[in-house]
Every structure is written in C-alpha cells, then in structure tokens.
C-alpha cells in the first residue's frame, strides 16, 4: 500500500487527488507547517532528506519529485491507461514534455514572482519574471485552446502535475488577466476526486 507524507498547505494534495482519481489504496501521514515560519517541521525529513513534500512509500520504495510520483503511480496501477498513454503510443512523448514541464520550465518564475510579492520588487529578478510568466500563461493557454484540459478532453497525468503550479500561480493573483487558466484550474478542483481529496487530507 502507498503511504503518501502529506504536508498540508502544499501541492502534495494534488498528489492524494491522483490516488482518488486512480482508486490506489492509500495512507495518509499528515504534517502541519510551523504557524511562524509556514516552513515544513523537522519531522519531514525523518521521511526525506530534503524535508520536502510530496513523498511516496510504496511498499519500502521510497519516491519523492511531483512528476516522477505521477509517473510512477500511473505506470503501476493506471493499466487501462486511463490518464496516461502507453508507452508505444504516439501520443506518449507530448504527454512526457507536459508532465515535465511544470516543474521544469513553469515553476521558476512563479515562484520567483512569489518572492518578489513578499520581499518587494527587485530590479533583475521582477521584469524576468513577469515577462516569464506572460510568456508561460499564453504558451498553456494556446495549448488549452478551449478544451477541458490540457491535452484535450480528457485528464491526463499532465494535468496534476501542470494544476499544481497553476493553483499557486491562482493563490497569488497571478492569474487574473488569464481567465482561461484561472477556469482550468478552478474546473480541475471541482472534480469529485478533488473533494475526496480534500476531506482525506483534512484541509
């Protein structure tokens, strides 16, 4: 069974929403930020090094990396390729550059913008980031094009992986000129999964 240390107040709930849209058996072991810092607590990093969250523990195998979680989960229990192509389909390596992408290319200037919101404007890091994010927000929305998701009409990996982010992005008033991402990722957590996921996670 996977057990999944959850840090709330976190994208590791995108992660419980992929085991209820899956239906993997799962356990949650819930951490709380420290009220004064919003830091993760010590106890995280009994479970990872890193002290970060998401981390999955799938029968001794421990595995840590938003995507690499996705990816892992559904190779092993999404037989039916319900959110994933197979491997020897066509369709697999645009889905891999949408898994990846998030973290990879996306998450930078959101977060870099996330720093400036806090600390104030800072001559380098704000215009690169704001000009970033533009960038990012109309390369999605062109891939959006209208549909429910991101690779068309139905979910895929890609899509928890890209709502984590986009969801942040939200949750600072990132997205309010982009109200084509804004309805995707407001769309993604009206799902029925989405609401079991928060009730396990408590938050």
Aim: net charge negative; glycine share 8%; charged share 20%.
């Amino acid at each position: 069974m996977i057990t999944l240390h959850h840090l709330r107040v976190g994208r590791s709930i995108f992660t419980v929403w992929l085991l209820e849209e899956v239906g993997v058996e799962y356990t949650l072991n819930i951490f709380d930020r420290n009220q004064e810092t919003m830091r993760a607590p010590t106890a995280l990093k009994e479970m990872h090094p890193l002290g970060k969250s998401p981390v999955i523990d799938d029968d001794g195998l421990l595995l840590s990396e938003s995507g690499a979680i996705t990816n892992y989960i559904l190779d092993k229990y999404d037989s039916e390729h319900q959110f994933s192509p197979a491997y020897s389909s066509p369709k697999r390596p645009t889905y891999m550059q949408w898994l990846m992408y998030p973290e990879g290319s996306l998450f930078t200037p959101v977060i870099l913008k996330g720093l400036t919101l806090r600390g104030g404007d800072h001559p380098l890091i704000t215009p690169f980031s704001e000009a970033e994010l533009e960038l990012h927000f109309d390369y999605i929305g062109k891939q959006l094009n209208g549909n429910a998701f991101i690779l068309g009409d139905a979910l895929s990996g890609a899509d928890f992986a890209l709502s984590g982010v986009l969801s942040m992005a939200k949750n600072m008033g990132l997205l309010e000129s982009h109200s084509n991402l804004s309805d995707y990722v407001e769309r993604l957590m009206a799902r029925d999964a989405f609401a079991r996921a928060i009730k396990a996670a408590g938050a």
